[in-house]
C-alpha cells in the first residue's frame, strides 16, 4: 500500500516497518501509539534550559571534549536536513586568534515535544562533537548516552510523521506533567 504522504522520516527504514506505519496512519492510530509510551512534555522551553541540559548530560558523558559555545532553539532549522538538529564548528578571527566555536541548534519543534525526544536530539547533537559521521562509533557514544537511542529515534521519527499527516487534525495527546527533563 502507498501512503498518501510519502514516509520521509522513515526512508532508511525496513519495508516491512514502513507499512506497518502506513497502516496505523490508515487507522488513524499512530498518535495512540505515540500517547501510550510517551506521556510527558519537558520544561526545557528556553534557550537557557536547553543550554543546562546539554551541559549536564556533556559532563555526564562527554566531559572531556572542548566547551560548547552556544546551545539554542532555532526556529528556521528545516528539521530533515541534518536528521534533526545541527552541530557547527564555525571558525572566526576574534582579535587574532582564529577561534573555532562549537554550537549546537535544535529545531523548535522539540520545545514542545516529549522529554524522551528532546534528549535523543540532545544526544546526538553532542556525538557529533566527536564523530561528525553517522558511522559506528557515532552510534555508540549515542547508546551510551541513551541506551533505547535506536528506539527513540524511530518513535520520534513516527512522531515527526504524525505531525505532518496530522497538521490541520489533532496532536497527540501528551499530558503536561511538571516532571522536568532528565
Ligand atoms: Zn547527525
Do not use: W
Request: glycine letters at 4%.
Amino acid at each position: 500500500m502507498k501512503p498518501a504522504a510519502p514516509l520521509k522520516y522513515l526512508g532508511a527504514y525496513a519495508p516491512a516497518l514502513q507499512a506497518q506505519v502506513c497502516e496505523l496512519i490508515a487507522q488513524d492510530r499512530l498518535g495512540e501509539y505515540l500517547s501510550s509510551r510517551y506521556q510527558a512534555t519537558h520544561q526545557v522551553s528556553n534557550d537557557k534550559a536547553l543550554r543546562l541540559a546539554a551541559l549536564e548530560l556533556k559532563d555526564r558523558f562527554m566531559r572531556n571534549t572542548p566547551p560548547l559555545d552556544k546551545v539554542v532553539y532555532d526556529s528556521k532549522l528545516q528539521v530533515l536536513r541534518d536528521a534533526l538538529g545541527t552541530h557547527t564548528t564555525v571558525s572566526r578571527v576574534q582579535g587574532q586568534r582564529l577561534k573555532s566555536s562549537r554550537e549546537i541548534r535544535v529545531a523548535t519543534v522539540f520545545r514542545d515535544a516529549p522529554a524522551e525526544f528532546l534528549k535523543m536530539i540532545l544526544v546526538h547533537e553532542l556525538a557529533h562533537l566527536k564523530e561528525s559521521d553517522h558511522n559506528k562509533a557515532f552510534y555508540q557514544l549515542c547508546t551510551h548516552m541513551a541506551p533505547d537511542y535506536h528506539q527513540l529515534e524511530l518513535d520520534l521519527r513516527l512522531y515527526l510523521t504524525f505531525l505532518e499527516c496530522g497538521k490541520a487534525k489533532r496532536t497527540p495527546d501528551l499530558r503536561p506533567s511538571d516532571k522536568g527533563f532528565q
